[in-house]
């Protein structure tokens, strides 16, 4: 037999055949094939279809497609999905992500603009800007975006996991053959950890959920960047080195401003520099600290750009042994998600405050307190594991710090606006599998190959489960009443599904919900207002507009604690606007104005019904000072141009929609608006040339058409103008065929 270095070359699947799952220290096998008890070597043929399998995994590129493969194919149910809870604002309303202008706006404000909510994730407007300047709000292209990111999270995952697992493991080379590194090797364990991440029904609410792509950006980021680093390490030259270095700088930037978990990686990253890399220097390990401690100092550098929010938000003011209880029930729901992803929705929670009101009440918070049981389990388990003496003990104690830094964070030792949250274990997820690899890497040889099997019995049915998990966020109303139905009652949820009830007129359904709501939570002004709104359709008007003057009254109080407040002026004053009270409803807007100086909404309407009043002069200064102050802004850039125009001033109103339609690169009215100026100007090849525009942001609809086909007929070209009717009623015949089909 050939050899090197006095190693035979075999296979992980010969090795397998013969039982030769050897430790890296242990003697070579003598053979290729094993021998019978005849002593006669069984043939190639013989090899058994699981030691083929693994023996064809060798081969990086396949691994690398089948984590593609499977990982697409177990969320692809999510690609039809729907605009479900934050989608409706951050994928849709968002104003930041209508233009390519504004990347560099995004960094100077918060994710939410009216919200207690301090994230601060300009990346992820930003990747929302390249979505929506391709697929415009078609949400099959942001699902897409979703389920690539999170593919490719794990690929990018598995070659960090080929890098990290030979420096835990010194005996191993990643560039050494298959038979030194024994057949069980660390590159295979790698492999099947970041499948088993990579399929986790867990992660559905980061995949399946378009806001939830925060967690994704920031885990492929952080991966890469460490990747980075480790190239930069192994550069020969001093230029080539800093290069690689600078690119993992700004990769871990793009992290930290993906989502602020990223900066746990930082100390994942820390760890594994200074207690498991013994290849690094000391002075190696003393540059990388002050390096890393200098990029979060510029990231808290750009957290300071968007301005302080007003208010705290609520507090849930828990003492200290609450807190650790609440640690624990957390590990073991976490721990007991992870092994069984049975009942998956948003608005876990781990705390009831209700259970404890009565001994019947209190069988109901049973299954919470078993959490705290099995959390103490799993930590036990967790410090038993790093302490046993074995060849996968540095990688247990890897495994296990891994998961301690991406769980404190979310283990409310802090506070956060829930106790337990499933998209929340996406980072310590692989530290969990990292443990278990630790243990299944001392188990006898002999169990081996059976593991593998296990294995791959467990990605079948957690793929399984991601599959059923991503048909819950298809639509927001399968979303909402599901999320009920699995325990995840909550107000938010309820309202919000009382919001799609009232949407499409079921009025009783809705008041029922958010009646419902108001007994848990008397105070909760969006149950309010939506109560109040119900109430004014179904022509209950005396409530109404006592729930409206209620809540607008006591909003001074309610938004120290709830976003929105300003939510319940508005729909007064629009109440009085149907009444005909127009002075009542803008001594309302005024002092709305006041309290709430920064929401458009609030400007919007006051301007209309004060140029219906005092005429466009006294709309345009209100108009202006917020224009003026939010230049990004879509909605008051257009309102600036409507009141030129006006008040007659044709170059100011064509300046503020050209301004507009740079903020919206796919939205036509502002070039509809300058058509229809330069048409009564008689200047028709200018106004061809805004409709042009507008056409080609909008070639579906048959109004641009029209329009288009009006101002060829006016300048004399009638032959263009009949072709582009002709194009519409072919449109409406393709849309009618469809609509039949359906």
């Known amino acids: 037999l050939p050899e090197t270095g006095g190693r035979c070359s075999v296979s992980v699947a010969d090795a397998i055949a013969a039982d030769c799952l050897l430790l890296p220290d242990s003697p070579p096998p003598n053979v290729m094939l094993s021998a019978d008890s005849s002593g006669q070597n069984n043939p190639p043929s013989r090899l058994s279809l699981a030691a083929r399998c693994v023996g064809y995994l060798d081969k990086n590129w396949l691994r690398v497609l089948l984590l593609v493969l499977i990982g697409v194919a177990v969320r692809s149910t999510a690609l039809t999905g729907q605009l479900v809870w934050d989608d409706q604002y951050l994928a849709r309303?968002?104003?930041?992500?209508?233009?390519?202008?504004?990347?560099?706006?995004?960094?100077?404000?918060?994710?939410?603009?009216?919200?207690?909510?301090?994230?601060?994730?300009?990346?992820?407007n930003i990747s929302f800007i390249i979505d929506y300047f391709f697929w415009n709000t078609d949400t099959y292209g942001f699902h897409l975006t979703n389920v690539l990111l999170h593919v490719a999270s794990g690929v990018a995952l598995y070659f960090l996991l080929k890098k990290l697992l030979i420096s835990v493991d010194p005996q191993q080379s990643d560039s050494a053959p298959t038979s030194t590194r024994g057949a069980f090797d660390l590159s295979?364990?790698?492999?099947?950890?970041?499948?088993?991440?990579?399929?986790?029904?867990?992660?559905?609410?980061?995949?399946?959920?378009?806001?939830?792509?925060?967690?994704?950006?920031?885990f492929v980021f952080a991966c890469v960047a460490w990747l980075l680093a480790l190239r930069a390490r192994a550069s020969a030259t001093g230029i080539t080195r800093s290069l690689w270095y600078g690119a993992a700088a700004l990769f871990a930037l793009l992290a930290f401003c993906s989502r602020e978990i990223a900066c746990v990686w930082v100390a994942i990253y820390l760890a594994h520099i200074l207690?498991?890399?013994?290849?690094?220097?000391?002075?190696?390990?003393?540059?990388?600290?002050?390096?890393?401690?200098?990029?979060?100092?510029?990231?808290?550098?750009?957290?300071?750009?968007?301005?302080?929010?007003?208010?705290?938000g609520p507090t849930s003011a828990w003492t200290a042994p609450t807190r650790a209880v609440l640690m624990l029930r957390a590990v073991g729901d976490y721990s007991r998600l992870m092994i069984f992803p049975s009942n998956l929705h948003m608005e876990r929670s781990v705390v009831d405050g209700r259970n404890y009101g009565s001994t019947r009440s209190w069988r109901h918070s049973v299954a919470t307190e078993y959490l705290s049981i099995l959390g103490l389990a799993a930590v036990a388990a967790l410090v038993a594991g790093s302490c046993r003496k074995g060849r996968g003990q540095q990688l247990r104690v890897s495994g296990a710090a891994?998961?301690?830094?991406?769980?404190?964070?979310?283990?409310?030792?802090?506070?956060?606006?829930?106790?337990?949250?499933?998209?929340?274990?996406?980072?310590?997820?692989?530290?969990f599998l990292l443990f278990l690899a630790g243990c299944a890497l001392d188990l006898p040889p002999r169990f081996r190959s059976g593991l593998v099997a296990?294995?791959?019995?467990?990605?079948?049915?957690?793929?399984?489960?991601?599959?059923?998990?991503?048909?819950?966020?298809?639509?927001?109303?399968?979303?909402?009443?599901?999320?009920?139905?699995?325990?995840?009652?909550?107000?938010?949820?309820?309202?919000?599904?009382?919001?799609?009830?009232?949407?499409?007129?079921?009025y009783a359904k809705a008041e029922a919900l958010f009646r419902d709501v108001l007994k848990m939570m008397p105070d909760y002004p969006v149950a309010k207002n939506n109560l109040a709104d119900v109430l004014f359709r179904q022509g209950k008007k005396e409530e109404a507009e006592a729930l409206f003057s209620a809540s607008s009254a006591t909003s001074v109080e309610t938004r120290k604690e709830y976003p929105r407040t300003w939510i319940a002026a508005l729909n007064l004053a629009r109440l009085r606007n149907s009444e005909d009270d127009d002075a009542a409803a803008l001594a309302i807007l005024e002092k709305a104005r006041v309290d709430y100086p920064r929401i458009w909404e609030i400007i919007s309407l006051e301007s209309e019904l004060v140029r219906r009043t005092e005429g466009p002069e006294a709309a345009l200064r209100l108009v202006q000072n917020f224009a003026r102050d939010n230049w990004?802004?879509?909605?008051?850039?257009?309102?600036?141009?409507?009141?030129?125009?006006?008040?007659?001033?044709?170059?100011?109103?064509?300046?503020?929609?050209?301004?507009?339609?740079?903020?919206?690169?796919?939205?036509?009215?502002?070039?509809?608006?300058?058509?229809?100026?330069?048409?009564?100007?008689?200047?028709?090849?200018?106004?061809?040339?805004?409709?042009r525009r507008a056409v080609a942001r909008q070639p579906d609809q048959p109004r641009q058409y029209l329009l288009l086909s009006d101002i060829l007929e006016r300048m004399g070209r009638s032959d263009e103008a009949r072709a582009m009717v002709a194009r519409v009623e072919r449109m409406q015949a393709m849309a009618q065929a469809e609509t039949v089909a359906n």
């Open 632 to 691: 990004w802004h879509y909605g008051a850039a257009m309102a600036v141009g409507r009141l030129l125009a006006e008040k007659g001033d044709v170059d100011g109103a064509d300046a503020a929609l050209r301004h507009a339609s740079w903020l919206d690169v796919h939205d036509a009215e502002a070039l509809n608006l300058i058509a229809s100026m330069r048409v009564r100007q008689n200047q028709l090849q200018q106004a061809y040339d805004s409709q």
């Open 402 to 431: 891994w998961f301690l830094f991406g769980y404190l964070p979310i283990s409310n030792l802090f506070e956060l606006n829930a106790s337990v949250a499933e998209h929340w274990l996406y980072l310590p997820s692989v530290g």
């Open 275 to 312: 207690f498991f890399d013994k290849r690094l220097s000391n002075r190696g390990k003393i540059l990388t600290v002050v390096c890393s401690v200098a990029l979060l100092a510029v990231y808290g550098g750009l957290r300071r750009l968007p301005e302080q929010r007003s208010g705290p």
């Open 93 to 124: 309303d968002n104003p930041f992500i209508k233009s390519p202008l504004l990347i560099l706006e995004a960094f100077r404000h918060h994710l939410f603009l009216d919200s207690f909510s301090g994230h601060y994730r300009p990346v992820q």
């Open 188 to 218: 295979l364990i790698a492999w099947f950890v970041a499948l088993l991440w990579t399929v986790h029904p867990v992660h559905s609410a980061t995949v399946d959920y378009i806001s939830g792509r925060a967690d994704s950006l920031s």
């Open 454 to 506: 296990v294995s791959c019995l467990a990605v079948v049915g957690f793929g399984a489960r991601s599959v059923v998990r991503s048909g819950d966020w298809l639509t927001a109303e399968i979303f909402y009443e599901r999320t009920i139905a699995a325990g995840g009652t909550s107000a938010r949820v309820s309202v919000n599904l009382g919001i799609i009830y009232s949407g499409r007129g079921e």
